[in-house]
């Protein structure tokens, strides 16, 4: 975090920092959190601390915290994403969603998803995302499920081999975030991390985050898709190395260890890339992600017409 509060004035909504430029998450617990110009301050007993909104990917608000109207108002301006989370971000309870303008991925979303073959084909690709070693073009549902799942498993063994820490499985307790191993702690705090991230993308790009290619039911199955494409290659690296260095202060320095990963590799940036991608024809993505004021009405034939204009002159009812 930083202590100083930016000079300039507040920025209109195409001035906003992209998503893709700013800090990963911010976690806060246990102060108040409110409003100064054009940024948010978190105010606890060891005094304050001045947070430029537009910088911020997603604020993290854990136990202990209190947040102002004129807060959360800031922060809707500014299209940063807000999480209720447990206590050093392992759990996530609810949500804000971040200011969006455009309606160009959250369509191609929907068309994608509406079609069963689009949908498993955009189920492969993220696939091929994760292990690009191997083709799974010829992969039904339940083998991709099979594939993944031995991956990962694979990736457990891997990066306990190389820290050296014991590996006994996963387990993990939803009740008892303390229940599991160190290494069991802090995946599951990478995994809760990486949500809130994730969610942070999707909602800045106006995706919707229930409508999941892989995962499905859930109000944030697309969420969940997007945070899995990263796991073994950051999530799960990540948590071993924390685990390897100690028992001790698992979520929490796995939160850190995580935040400077993410900054190094700009997984951002990334995230923006991968989704647009998925969801755009190619030759399309560009300009898919950005501000647009633009309203139209759909006619006939899948023609767009210009809003604010009345169309009953000619018409015959």
């Known amino acids: 975090m930083t202590t100083t509060v930016s000079a300039r004035p507040a920025a209109g909504p195409r001035e906003l920092t992209r998503v893709s430029d700013r800090i990963s998450f911010v976690y806060l617990e246990r102060c108040t959190v409110h409003r100064d110009a054009n940024a948010i301050i978190a105010e606890d007993a060891d005094g304050v601390t001045h947070i430029p909104s537009a910088t911020i990917g997603t604020l ?16 809707g301006e500014s299209g ?49 995302l994760r292990f690009p070693d191997e083709d799974p073009a010829g992969y039904r549902r339940q083998e991709l499920l099979g594939r993944e799942g031995a991956r990962v498993k694979e990736c457990y063994r891997r990066e306990a081999a190389r820290t050296g820490f014991p590996w006994r499985g996963r ?4 009740d008892d975030f303390t229940a599991g191993d160190a290494a069991n702690q802090a995946i599951t705090a990478a995994a809760q991390c990486m949500y809130g991230i994730s969610h942070a993308v999707v909602a800045a790009l106006g995706c919707s985050p229930g409508l999941g290619f892989v995962h499905s039911g859930h109000e944030l199955s697309f969420v969940l898709d997007i945070a899995d494409l990263y796991k073994t290659e950051i999530g ?39 989704i647009t991608h998925l969801l755009m024809p190619t030759g399309t993505e560009r300009g898919a992600a950005e501000e647009s004021d633009v309203v139209t009405l759909q006619s006939d034939g899948n023609m767009h017409v210009a809003s604010g204009k009345n169309y009953s002159d000619g018409i015959m009812w």
């Open 236 to 274: 799960i690296p990540v948590a071993f190395d924390v685990a390897a260095d100690g028992d001790e202060d698992v979520g929490s320095r796995t939160r850190r260890a995580l935040r400077d990963r993410i900054n190094e590799t700009r997984l951002l940036d990334r995230c923006v890339r991968d």
């Open 60 to 75: 993290l608000l854990g136990p202990g915290t209190r947040v102002t109207h004129q807060a959360m108002s800031v922060l």
């Open 80 to 128: 940063a994403a807000v999480a209720w989370v447990g206590e050093q971000g392992v759990r996530y309870y609810a949500g804000g969603r971040a200011l969006t303008r455009s309606s160009a991925l959250v369509e191609a979303q929907a068309t994608q998803w509406a079609n069963p073959r689009s949908r498993i084909a955009v189920a492969r690709a993220m696939y091929r």
């Open 171 to 174: 387990h993990y307790d939803r």
